[in-house]
């Protein structure tokens, strides 16, 4: 019995080492594993996404409205538009950090295609702010072009139809 008990504790150290050797070998995995689109695995309840989206939609709301008063100040003559291309190209830096940060939120499954429109109205609002400062940087300081001043008119107009747009769209997620 004892001379069993030694072959069967051999036996067992012998398959200890063999699985522990083998153990220890590296699993060399090709394994792509894509980025995620979203910053969470599973869509947001509605109440977190409206949560989420109010947080980041109130400034982008203010950056935009801010630069259609700006622009109508520029056209009257009662703002600097030096002043106007610095804050301008903040907010435009902010609009899309904005962009980005909505881009990621998971939206609940019924509200994706509306929360697809409210990108697509962001992008064009940043689209709108970026062809507005390259007008703004065209002048010499001043409006006193008459092209140079429709130009940067129609953009403002545009923006406020970019805005009013915008915020049907959002409430209407709501």
Do not use: W
């Not at 610095?86 to 881009?103: C, G, H, W």
């Not at 939206?107 to 064009?124: F, G, N, R, V, W």
Request: proline share 3%.
């Amino acid at each position: 019995m004892k001379k069993f008990t030694k072959i069967l504790s051999l036996i067992l150290v012998a398959l200890l080492m063999v699985t522990g050797f083998c153990a220890c070998t590296p699993v060399e995995e090709n394994i792509d594993t894509p980025e995620l689109k979203y910053d969470t695995l599973y869509p947001q309840t509605k109440a977190e996404y409206n949560q989420a989206m109010n947080a980041h939609m109130v400034s982008y709301f203010n950056y935009l409205e801010t630069h259609i008063s700006s622009g109508q100040n520029l056209l009257n003559g009662t703002y600097v538009v030096e002043n106007e291309i610095k804050a301008a190209k903040n907010s435009l830096t902010s609009m899309e950090d904005t962009y980005q940060r909505v881009s990621r939120i998971y939206p609940p499954t019924d509200m994706a295609s509306t929360h697809a429109s409210i990108l697509l109205q962001m992008k064009e609002a940043i689209n709108s702010m970026s062809v507005y400062i390259e007008y703004l940087e065209k002048s010499d300081g001043t409006l006193s072009d008459p092209t140079l001043r429709a130009d940067v008119e129609a953009t403002i107009n545009i923006m406020k139809s970019e805005y009013t747009s915008l915020t049907g769209v959002f409430n209407i997620h709501q």
